[in-house]
């Protein structure tokens, strides 16, 4: 199982700061994008992730920007703390979080916390959102050893509220 004393501060400390982000801090996802490609490997752990197309929940005719400024309107923040994902070779153009998610659908509270995990992947004038729903990373115990029984398995293909604010 995976665990470190400091682990648990660390992720709550970032997911404190990151609101504080906005939809036009491309420099700083950039540097995450960097730092965890960088880190990839490095004491067994994995910040690079090949996902497949079971994220996927559609296409939004906007551009990533425009996306991301919705998003931010709507309670969810940059993911500084979210693994780099690709899609068929291509790098996700940034992460997003609602945590906790302004949503529960009927998970029971000894399960969480959540979070809504969601990353977008521009082309031109449209984006591709894929998100899931998991543990929280303020609870890394369970959000980094889901395969070991601690809390809920990722659920993939996971739309929660984006169907009301994109019109997916």
Avoid: C
Wanted: aromatic residues 10%; glycine residues 8%.
């Amino acid at each position: 199982m995976y665990s470190h004393p400091l682990l648990k501060p660390t992720l709550t400390a970032v997911r404190a700061i990151e609101p504080t982000f906005g939809a036009r801090a491309d420099r700083i996802e950039h540097l995450r994008q960097t730092l965890w490609g960088t880190l990839n490997g490095t004491a067994g752990h994995r910040f690079v992730y090949d996902k497949t197309e079971d994220d996927y929940v559609g296409t939004v005719s906007a551009s990533v920007d425009d996306v991301e400024a919705t998003l931010v309107k709507h309670g969810y923040q940059r993911n500084f703390a979210s693994a780099v994902k690709r899609v068929e070779g291509v790098t996700a153009d940034s992460a997003w979080v609602q945590d906790p998610p302004q949503f529960e659908d009927g998970f029971s509270e000894s399960e969480g916390p959540y979070q809504h995990d969601v990353y977008l992947i521009g082309r031109g004038d449209v984006t591709d959102v894929y998100a899931h729903f998991e543990n929280s990373v303020r609870a890394p115990e369970k959000h980094l050893n889901k395969a070991g029984g601690a809390g809920i398995p990722q659920q993939k293909h996971y739309i929660g509220p984006l169907d009301d604010i994109f019109d997916l």
